[in-house]
Structures are given as C-alpha cells and as structure tokens.
C-alpha cells in the first residue's frame, strides 16, 4: 500500500502486523516503517515519534534499535 501511494491503508496494515506479532521480529521492522510513514508521507512528526519511542522502550535489542534512537534525535531536535 506504500508503494502505492496509500499511506494511510499501510498504517492501518502495519498497526495490524504490529498487534499481532508484538513478540516477533515484525514488530519492530512494522513499527520503523510506520514512523517512516508517518514521518515522511503523512508529515505527522508526533505519530512517527510514538512508533519510534516503542521500539525504543519495547524492543531493545532489534536491529531497528540504533536507527530509532537516531530518528528519535533527529525529529527532536527539528521539533524545537
């Protein structure tokens, strides 16, 4: 749905994948690229935060872990 142009229907598909895996390693990937949409599609800075603070808190030890940490400085510091 991302790929065609339909951010919101990859939102509602993502947030599903993410309540139904919450303990597989498509959590966090569901929940990164949610941020990036949020972020870059639907300009909704708090939304992306959100997604990238829970993988922050929930998910430590994924591979999305650094770059959500990074997302999470970067959007900060634009938001000032």
Known sequence: ?????QPEEAVKYL???FARFQD???A???LFILGEI????????????AA???IIEYYPD???YKSALKKVKE???EGQ
């Open 1 to 5: 749905y991302q790929e065609k142009g």
């Open 15 to 17: 947030g599903m994948i």
């Open 24 to 26: 597989s390693e498509l």
């Open 28 to 30: 966090p990937k569901s």
């Open 38 to 49: 949020h972020e870059k599609e639907l300009f909704d800075v708090d939304a992306a935060l």
């Open 52 to 54: 990238y603070q829970n």
């Open 62 to 64: 994924s591979k999305e």
């Open 75 to 77: 959007l900060s510091v």
